[in-house]
């Protein structure tokens, strides 16, 4: 059962695609990003002024200087290698440890609703979605890491149209 998705919206400035998009992710339950926001993030991480104009124009130098990258950026997505030893070992000595000095309570109750799919089952649904996925890992491998860097790309468009319309047939 797929329980999360990645889909893409693309359109021309000020068409509806940030309105359009979060309203699907919200009904979907699904994480949001934009291309407005990752040059946002960008220009934070080299401390360019947020204003409109230089927003514009780093949008636009980083679609004409490096495309694959900056669109790489938008769509890449790390994940916690839920579900294996590496990730489970890691909260337990951490978090658990300190959850349960300061209140007294069981942590993996939380995280049994904070993580609710393993980063298998995120790869399966990428694997569903896209053609070409690259991962590597933060660890040793997939088995024995503690995050999954993923990249997509050749979005199977006609598999992701199926899944909406059966989506809007639930509804």
Not at 2 to 13: D, Q, S, T
Not at 117 to 139: D, R
Request: net charge positive; charged share 20%; aromatic share 14%.
């Amino acid at each position: 059962m797929i329980e999360h998705n990645i889909l893409f919206f693309a359109g021309r400035l000020g068409s509806g695609k940030t309105t359009l998009s979060r309203a699907v992710a919200n009904q979907l339950g699904a994480r949001w990003n934009s291309f407005g926001n990752t040059v946002r993030k960008i220009a934070g991480e080299r401390s360019l002024p947020m204003s409109r104009q230089n927003l514009q124009q780093l949008g636009s130098d980083l679609v004409d200087q490096t495309p694959e990258w900056f669109c790489n950026r938008v769509v890449a997505e790390a994940e916690p290698n839920e579900g294996t030893f590496l990730w489970t070992l890691s909260w337990k000595l951490t978090t658990g440890i300190e959850y349960r000095l300061k209140y007294g309570l069981d942590y993996s109750i939380l995280m049994k609703y904070e993580h609710v799919n393993t980063a298998n089952q995120i790869e399966e649904v990428l694997n569903y979605f896209y053609s070409n996925i690259k991962c590597s890992c933060f660890g040793f491998s997939k088995g024995f890491a503690f995050y999954r860097f993923y990249e997509c790309s050749i979005p199977k468009s006609d598999v992701a149209k199926k899944y909406l319309e059966s989506q809007k047939q639930k509804t």
